[in-house]
């Protein structure tokens, strides 16, 4: 087939808009910290750590990363509230990297999904808005029989562009020799929790 100037021009026309479109695309970069920076631990009785409270993942997180992590959790409290918490922690603290775990609580109580999704949506980019980093952790459904992860949290990681971890609770949560009741962790599996984030974080974040 003959290429007529025209026809050449033509497709040079589209091929740039193409390039010019998908250059427009914006693209979010993982900011990094250093160890001088501050890590806040968000989330419910998971991270608090009822079952070993001494041994909380941000007290041994701590120890793994030798930076400060405060421990920002809460028994008990279900995504909505903790939506109206996070605010004032992060004023208070102006944390570098928020490591969310939440929403445990909603899917015992079989809250809306849909919900949990929404309520996380919105703690992610109020942390991003406070110039801090998300590190998003997956919680299991603990209505199942075999625990594995809801898969809301692996959409909105992939929406948002987060650092995620969507293994370590489904691990603990069917192994009874990790846990201290049928829900929460042991020391063991707080160790384990740290263990898994400090990787995450001293390989994408730290510099």
């Known amino acids: 087939m003959k290429i007529t100037p025209l026809k ?3 497709f040079s026309v589209v091929l740039l808009a193409l390039v010019l479109l998908k250059s427009d695309v914006p693209e979010q970069k993982v900011k990094t910290i250093d160890t001088s920076g501050l ?5 419910d009785s998971l991270t ?4 070993a409270p001494k041994q909380s993942y941000p007290s041994v997180l701590e120890k793994l990363l030798k930076m400060k992590v405060i421990n920002g959790g809460l028994s008990g409290e279900s995504s909505l509230q903790g939506l109206k918490r996070l605010p004032s922690l992060l004023q208070k ?3 570098d990297l928020v ?5 445990g609580n909603d899917l015992i109580q079989k809250k809306s999904k849909e919900k949990l999704k929404n309520n996380l949506l919105q703690m992610t980019q109020i942390i991003r808005q406070s110039g801090a980093e998300v590190l998003l952790v997956a919680v299991p459904n603990f209505k199942m029989i075999r625990f594995s992860n809801e898969s809301l949290y692996a959409e909105l990681a992939e929406q948002e562009q987060l650092l995620f971890e969507d293994e370590v609770l489904s ?7 990790l846990k201290s009741d049928r829900i929460h962790p042991n020391a063991k599996g707080y160790v384990l929790m740290a263990e898994r984030f400090a990787e995450i974080i001293n390989t994408e974040l730290i510099h």
């Open 8 to 10: 050449f021009i033509l």
């Open 39 to 43: 890590i806040l631990a968000f989330g």
């Open 48 to 51: 608090f750590g009822k079952g």
């Open 93 to 95: 603290h102006r944390p």
């Open 99 to 103: 490591i969310l775990c939440h929403g």
């Open 171 to 177: 691990e603990i949560e069917n192994d009874k020799n």
